[in-house]
């Protein structure tokens, strides 16, 4: 019988220290007027894939008064059937090239694209213009896509949030502003969209040449041909759209409430208008807000999570766009919390615009933003969306090389200035969705003016 002696072992685990950051450089972009619009490639060398995506300059904000929701829906019709092909043909046609059809309706600007083999490029793009230049719009195809979308909208305003985002836009842009409203539009604005609405803004907003990104390598495309393509059939102009952004500023001292009764959880959404994209804080805005809020680790998840048990997650994040941008803070907390819940989570706030962030702290975001941010930009689509974010906001097409560098380069007097800046907790809207009946006697005996929402 065999003895086994027992030898103690030692195990040293040395954590692996990081190389300095590497330069990065966004690929070379080339732009060329062609046809009344605009071709803007960028150069990826050797994969077999492109990515291609035209932008037209036709979003919500270009939207008929009281016609919420109608660019979306225009955008989304798109691949439902064209003059020369029925919805049935025309996606056999894209499965036929390999391609994912991709669509996006946003506050400025539609999108419609494909990513697909490289060698079928000219015959997808001849897909994309014929969906967006000759769309059909058959009266049966947009009654029965109208009524899909009424259905799916009374599906989602039955879920919790949905109301809470609706009363918070209002809050911060006015309910008057399309900038006030949701991006699908409400039931009751979905009840206005017919099918001469859709033709009439599709003929005002989507017949101008607009702007065709592509991502591939660029030395085995002919960028002027493809701009031949993709605006053949366009004229006019699409102008950009004006719009108002209200001048009244929401009181932290008031909590607008939802009222969802019988809810377990309440829907938070706190926060204030922000700047444009065009900010120059915009990376040290983004790196204290991450710091916040960003990630798992951030100071609001750890508190409302991890040491108060509330809920199980907490957000908060900057969204930038043309004109203006939007402060956010959002979680679902337990009913009985909500008050604390949102006293500690202002807290929190005042905490970042008062004392900034660490070192520490900067350091640890830093390094997340630099090395994250050449990973998702790996591939044709995550470049193209940043060729998307320059057409969108008027960018030279190297910023995302600049971005770079101003993440390394930013010290940490520029984060905290910027938390001191464009951090205003006496400013704040506090949007409730919850149960009325629970959460408002202890909303008001934290302090809090409460007005019922009518959503």
Not at 153 to 167: H, V
Not at 185 to 197: C, I, K, S, V
Request: aromatic share 4%; charged share 20%; glycine share 10%.
């Amino acid at each position: 019988m065999s003895e086994h002696v027992a030898h103690p072992h030692t195990l040293i685990a040395e954590r692996p220290t990081g190389a300095d950051p590497r330069p990065y450089r966004f690929p070379e972009v080339r732009r060329i007027p062609v046809a009344g619009g605009e071709v803007i490639g960028a150069h990826l060398p050797g994969p077999a894939l492109v990515w291609t995506k035209l932008v037209m300059e036709s979003g919500a904000l270009h939207e008929p008064a009281g016609l919420d929701g109608l660019a979306r829906i225009t955008c989304s019709l798109l691949d439902e059937g064209s003059l020369d092909r029925d919805a049935d043909a025309f996606g056999l046609a894209i499965e036929s090239l390999g391609a994912n059809w991709r669509l996006a309706c946003g506050w400025e600007t539609q999108e419609v694209g494909l990513d697909l083999p490289a060698d079928r490029l000219g015959a997808g793009l001849d897909l994309i213009a014929e969906a967006v230049r000759r769309p059909a719009f058959t009266d049966a195809d947009v009654e029965r896509f109208l009524a899909d979308h009424a259905r799916s909208l009374k599906t989602s305003w039955a879920q919790p949030g949905t109301r809470a985002g609706l009363a918070f836009r209002q809050a911060l842009f006015g309910a008057d502003s399309r900038l006030g409203g949701l991006l699908g539009g409400t039931p009751e604005t979905a009840a206005r969209l017919d099918a001469d609405a859709i033709r009439a803004f599709h003929a005002s907003r989507m017949t101008a040449p607009g702007t065709l990104a592509v991502v591939g390598d660029l030395d085995t495309i002919d960028l002027a041909e493809l701009g031949r393509v993709a605006f053949a059939g366009a004229g006019g102009t699409a102008p950009r759209a004006e719009t108002t952004v209200v001048d009244t500023a929401p009181s932290t001292e008031r909590a607008i409430v939802v009222d969802r009764p019988g809810a377990v959880q309440s829907v938070l959404r706190i926060g204030h208008t922000a700047p444009p994209r065009s900010t120059p804080d915009l990376i040290a805005i983004e790196l204290f807000a991450d710091v916040l809020g960003g990630s798992f680790g951030s100071r609001l998840n750890h508190l409302l999570r991890e040491v108060k048990g509330y809920t199980y997650g907490a957000h908060a994040s900057f969204g930038h766009g043309r004109r203006s941008g939007s402060f956010t803070v959002s979680a679902s907390v337990h009913t009985e919390v909500t008050a604390a819940a949102i006293t500690d989570a202002i807290a929190e706030v005042r905490r970042m615009r008062a004392d900034g962030v660490t070192a520490d702290e900067l350091a640890a975001t830093r390094a997340h933003s630099l090395g994250s941010m050449p990973i998702q930009l790996q591939t044709p689509g995550g470049i193209g969306g940043r060729l998307i974010e320059a057409i969108v906001h008027g960018l030279p097409t190297d910023h995302v090389t600049h971005e770079y560098a101003e993440i390394l380069g930013t010290d940490l007097a520029a984060v905290n200035r910027a938390a001191a800046t464009h951090l205003r907790p006496d400013e704040l809207a506090v949007v409730v969705e919850g149960d009325a009946e629970r959460i408002v006697p202890d909303l008001r005996a934290a302090g809090f003016d409460v007005v019922s929402s009518p959503l």
